[in-house]
């Protein structure tokens, strides 16, 4: 009997010392599963902070457009030339609505120079000016409010590009490849500072000789190519437009067709 309960002893000591490690392990693990949870918390965290911060920042919504002549189907952006009048306004947004800025101090700058400020009057979210800079520069427009909610000046700047007035020819020929007899093609002027066609002056040349045009339809050139034309003969087809109410407004466009 003694010798029994001796084994038995030894089995219970074998037994109750495996318990604390299985315990220490355990908690090893949930040791881990701690610490990543800790740092995922704080992860999350600073992007909701970042998050919340972008949204309450005040925002500005900023628009312009101006109105150089362009052709009546045309979708695009209209953009402007030199001296063209353009308009810019815009709202601020703050909190996820638009805010009222009627008794606000803001000021404008075109190219850092003042253009507009609360000496004109409060709230001003708008203005009208004439583009400053010829094709291929940009103006800047800043917009600054001052002591916004008492304490801090906040803004906004944009840029505008100033492009040269174009003349597009619209040739329905694939490849450029033109049979002899009749053929039409078509002229549309973009951004000049005109509102009417009949303030144009246009001229459409083919091999180097001025073409006839219809007065009726000065924008269109029928040319007419002689049935013994070999194939593979160049045709050069180009045409010029001015503003006739200002010199310095003109377009030329020329391209290549080969006959077919």
Known sequence: MSKLQTTNYKLQTNSKFQIPKFKIRFSYLNLNYLILFVIWCLGFGILFLNFVNAQTSPQFL?????????????????????????????????????????????????????????NSGFGKKSIIFLMPDYPGKSTEVRIEIFQYKGDKTIGKIINISSVSPEVVIDAPYPDHKINVGASNFSAYPFFFNIKSLDNFGIEWSAMGQKADTSVAEPWLLNLNIDSQAPKGTEIDVSVSIRNLLKELEFASRSMKLFIQ
């Not at 362009?70 to 695009?76: A, D, L, R, T």
């Not at 909190?95 to 507009?116: F, Q």
Request: charged letters at 30%; zero cysteines; a positive charge.
């Open 62 to 118: 900023v628009s312009w457009q101006t109105k150089t002549y362009v052709p009546s189907w045309y979708q695009g952006k209209i953009f402007p030339t030199k001296d063209s009048a353009i308009e810019v306004r815009f709202e601020l947004i703050d909190n996820g609505r638009i805010v009222d800025i009627s008794k606000e101090k803001i000021r404008w700058y075109l190219n850092d120079k003042l253009y507009s400020n609360e």
